[in-house]
Structure formats: C-alpha cells, structure tokens
C-alpha cells in the first residue's frame, strides 16, 4: 500500500492504492472485492484480515486522465492506516465499466450508488 494523491479522500471515499510493477489487471472498471491484509508488529508477522471493498482500476479520467492504470479500493467500514502493508485484492465481480464523469459531484454520487450495490451484493452472498 502506497501514498497515493488523496483524492479518495477529499470526496469522502477514503482508497488504499497499491504500487503496480507488470501486474496482470483486469478490464478497467468498478469491481466488488475482497482486500486480505497481512499485518505486522515489530518485524513479526500477525493474522491476516480479509475485508469488503470496492476497487476501481484504470485511468481515473474524470479526475487526471492518468498515464497510467492504478489501482485503489476503498474498504467497507474501514477506518486506519495501511501504509506499507501488504495485500492481496481479490475481484469477485465487475459493478461497472470505468467512464468519465462531467463533474466530481456526479462522480461521487456514482461512487455512492457502486458502494450500496457492493453491500447488497456482499449482504446477498453472506454465510447464514
């Protein structure tokens, strides 16, 4: 988990973003996810925790138009710190295509509207 520009968090959708080298990734879009983390204390390695995430990948063309694809996830009811933990993002299926938005607001109206569809998919696929 890297630092990335922030903007996740200035329209209320905190992210984790991760550093890609060469990485096999998937159609740009939305997708459901899973984020398993690796945590560790003092060099020792402790319990993985598996998290409900939204992850966009692509080129964020309503924000930057990146050069290249990123990668973040914004984890369900999450509140911390990552930074320099690892993780492992697990696609569990595609919420949307990526598309460019006419302004941030509809953005994150639409980000609203990908995180209540990831609950009610994660709701409907819970253990009983």
Request: net charge neutral.
């Amino acid at each position: 988990v890297i630092h990335g520009d922030a903007m996740g968090r200035k329209l209320g959708w905190p992210t984790i973003n991760l550093e890609l080298d060469n990485e096999l990734l998937p159609a740009f879009g939305v997708y459901r996810s899973r984020v398993e983390v690796e945590r560790r204390s003092d060099g020792e390695r402790r319990r993985c925790e598996l998290l409900c995430a939204v992850t966009n990948v692509g080129l964020r063309p309503t924000l930057h138009s990146d050069r290249e694809p990123t990668l973040e996830s914004h984890i369900l009811d999450f509140e911390g710190d990552l930074y320099g933990s690892s993780v492992v993002i697990e696609m569990l299926d595609r919420l949307r295509g990526e598309r460019r938005f006419n302004s941030v607001d509809e953005l994150r109206r639409q980000i609203a509207r990908d995180v209540a569809e990831a609950r009610r998919r994660f709701s409907a696929t819970a253990p009983t």
